[in-house]
């Protein structure tokens, strides 16, 4: 059950655009990790709902050091709001360990479908939605903070994502965060809900038959080692290009993102035969 050389270069391909698009759109990246991760461990010949729990698993792990990289640039910029993100951070990372352990126990086609469909909502959500006033400041309710941070941690748990992507929209529409201010600042909070999430999953994996090498429960050094390498330094050069573009077209390419990711969970590509 080893990896050849095929898998190692699509991974290694895979962490840098993983890292590009965490900088450029506060995303953790996994709608193009998680299906190439998949493919990557059911070819070698790991059963598929074991192999997608790993592939969610793995991944909130490689977000961790790629956000906290994309963080820092962010910071520097003056685009991170502390207060939010440690606040929605820290109760995203308490849903989340509870959201994966309902993963670890749910099948795998079930987890797809339910993160697609939260997805394309999402991005409807943005497209449809008129931009806020400028002239108002961003929340600083903590109370706020903390009842969007739980139950968007538990998703963010169940279908094995930091939770930028469901958390920017939120921020920029009710929590009146600038468009670069919500990029900046969901880099933060997905350290925290990382950490949550992937711990749950190492717990929840002990002990189960039949992970690939390199593994310890659902989270595989390998797999983390090739990911996270490429997109760690990637991930600094997308936060620094975000700040080249206005906020529109960064709006923009983050909703083109969200549909993407959502229809290919739901699995609509597969069913017409699309190899996107």
């Known amino acids: 059950?080893?990896?050849?050389?095929?898998?190692?270069?699509?991974?290694?391909?895979?962490?840098?655009?993983?890292?590009?698009?965490?900088?450029?759109?506060?995303?953790?990246?996994?709608?193009?990790?998680?299906?190439?991760?998949?493919?990557?461990?059911?070819?070698?010949?790991?059963?598929?709902?074991?192999?997608?729990?790993?592939?969610?698993?793995?991944?909130?792990?490689?977000?961790?050091?790629?956000?906290?990289?994309?963080?820092?640039?962010?910071?520097?910029?003056?685009?991170?709001?502390?207060?939010?993100?440690?606040?929605?951070g820290i109760t995203?990372?308490?849903?989340?360990?509870?959201?994966?352990?309902?993963?670890?126990?749910?099948?795998?086609?079930?987890?797809?479908?339910?993160?697609?469909?939260?997805?394309i909502l999402g991005a409807l959500r943005m497209l449809t939605a008129k931009p806020p006033k400028i002239a108002q400041e961003p929340s600083e309710s903590i109370t706020a903070f903390i009842l969007w941070g739980i139950p968007l941690g538990i998703v963010s748990g169940i279908v094995g994502i930091g939770g930028g992507v469901l958390m920017i929209p939120i921020m920029v529409y009710f929590l009146k965060f600038k468009m670069h201010q919500a990029v900046g600042t969901s880099t933060a909070l997905m350290i925290f809900t990382a950490i949550g999430g992937s711990l749950s999953f190492?717990?929840?994996?002990?002990?189960?038959?039949?992970?690939?090498?390199?593994?310890?429960?659902?989270?595989?050094?390998?797999?983390?080692?090739?990911?996270?390498?490429?997109?760690?330094?990637?991930?600094?050069?997308?936060?620094?290009?975000?700040?080249?573009?206005?906020a529109k077209q960064l709006k923009y390419i983050f909703i083109a993102v969200m549909f993407y990711m959502g229809l290919k969970m739901i699995g609509v590509f597969a069913w017409l035969n699309l190899p996107i």
């Open 202 to 246: 190492l717990i929840n994996g002990l002990g189960v038959q039949g992970l690939p090498p390199h593994s310890t429960g659902y989270l595989n050094w390998l797999q983390w080692i090739l990911l996270a390498g490429c997109s760690i330094p990637m991930a600094i050069v997308g936060a620094k290009t975000a700040h080249l573009l206005p």
């Open 92 to 119: 995203g990372a308490v849903g989340a360990f509870f959201g994966a352990f309902i993963a670890t126990h749910l099948p795998g086609k079930v987890l797809m479908v339910a993160f697609g469909i939260a997805i």
């Open 1 to 88: 059950m080893e990896m050849c050389a095929a898998q190692i270069i699509a991974l290694l391909i895979t962490g840098l655009g993983v890292g590009f698009a965490s900088g450029l759109l506060g995303v953790g990246g996994c709608f193009i990790m998680v299906p190439v991760q998949f493919w990557a461990l059911t070819s070698i010949g790991v059963d598929p709902t074991i192999a997608i729990r790993i592939a969610f698993g793995t991944n909130l792990l490689v977000v961790l050091p790629t956000a906290f990289s994309g963080a820092m640039t962010h910071h520097k910029k003056g685009a991170v709001l502390w207060k939010a993100g440690i606040t929605l």
